[in-house]
T-cell receptor
Framework: GAGVSQSPRYKVAKRGQDVALRCDPI?????LFWYQQALGQGPEFLTY????????KSGLPSDRFFAERPEGSVSTLKIQRTQQEDSAVYLC????????????FGSGTRLTVV | QKEVEQNSGPLSVPEGAIASLNCTYS??????FFWYRQYSGKSPELIMF????GDKEDGRFTAQLNKASQYVSLLIRDSQPSDSATYLC???????????FGRGTSLIVHP
C-alpha cells in the first residue's frame, strides 16, 4: 500500500477484555516497530521486527502484551486482560531497510479501556 | 536507561520568526538523530535526520548536531502558523537504529 495502515482506528475495550491491533506496513518494508503513546508524552518503544523475526521486545510492559509478524508483512499487537493503564495510542512504523533515514508511521489505534 | 530531554513548552513565536527547538540525549552511542513533527491527533511525520556533527539544511529547516555535548537542535526559519505542532527529537542507537523519543516540544506560531 501507499502508507502504513493500522486498524481499527479506535477501540474501546472493557477492562479484562483481550484486544488485537493490526499493522499493515508499506509493501516491502523490512523493519517494523510498535510504539505506545500516552496523552502528552512521546512515543514509547514496545517492540521491533526485522521481517518475521522479533529482534527486540524489551519495551513490552508486561507479559499481557504480545506481538507477532508471522510472514514478515502484517503485524498484530495483542493485549490480554486489558487494564485502564493500557489506554493510549498504539503506533506502528516501518522502513525499507534498517531505518537509518527514519521510519514512516501509521495513523495509530486509539485504545480506550473502560 | 536512554533519556531524551526536551522542553515541553509551549514555545510561542510570531509568524516569520526563527523557532529554535533543543534536545539533549544521554546515550553516547547514539548514531542517527531524527526530528519528527506531530500535529494534534495525528501520527508523527519525519522532517529531518542528521548523523554527522554540524549543520544540515533542508528548506526552512536546519538540524544541528553536537555529539560531544550530546545536543541536537532544530531551527525553523520564517515560521508559519502551519508549523504549529509538537516536535519530537529521536536519537537512535544500536544496529537496529531503534529511535528513543523525547516527550516533544509544543510550538505555537501566531500570526
Amino acid at each position: 500500500g501507499a502508507g502504513v495502515s493500522q486498524s481499527p482506528r479506535y477501540k474501546v475495550a472493557k477492562r479484562g477484555q483481550d484486544v488485537a491491533l493490526r499493522c499493515d506496513p508499506i509493501s516491502g518494508h523490512v523493519s517494523l516497530f510498535w510504539y505506545q503513546q500516552a496523552l502528552g508524552q512521546g512515543p514509547e518503544f514496545l517492540t521491533y521486527f526485522q521481517n518475521e523475526a522479533q529482534l527486540d521486545k524489551s519495551g513490552l510492559p508486561s507479559d499481557r502484551f504480545f506481538a507477532e509478524r508471522p510472514e514478515g508483512s502484517v503485524s498484530t499487537l495483542k493485549i490480554q486482560r486489558t487494564q485502564q493503564e493500557d489506554s493510549a495510542v498504539y503506533l506502528c512504523a516501518s522502513s525499507l531497510g534498517t531505518g537509518v533515514r527514519g521510519y514512516t508511521f501509521g495513523s495509530g489505534t486509539r485504545l480506550t479501556v473502560v | 536507561q536512554k533519556e531524551v530531554e526536551q522542553n515541553s513548552g509551549p514555545l510561542s513565536v510570531p509568524e516569520g520568526a526563527i523557532a529554535s527547538l533543543n534536545c539533549t540525549y544521554s546515550d553516547r552511542g547514539s548514531q542517527s538523530f531524527f526530528w519528527y513533527r506531530q500535529y494534534s491527533g495525528k501520527s508523527p511525520e519525519l522532517i529531518m535526520f542528521i548523523y554527522s556533527n554540524g549543520d544540515k539544511e533542508d528548506g526552512r529547516f536546519t538540524a544541528q548536531l553536537n555529539k560531544a555535548s550530546q545536543y541536537v537542535s532544530l531551527l525553523i526559519r520564517d515560521s508559519q502558523p502551519s508549523d504549529s505542532a509538537t516536535y519530537l527529537c529521536a536519537p537512535t542507537s544500536g544496529g537496529s537504529y531503534i529511535p528513543t523519543f523525547g516527550r516533544g516540544t509544543s510550538l505555537i506560531v501566531h500570526p
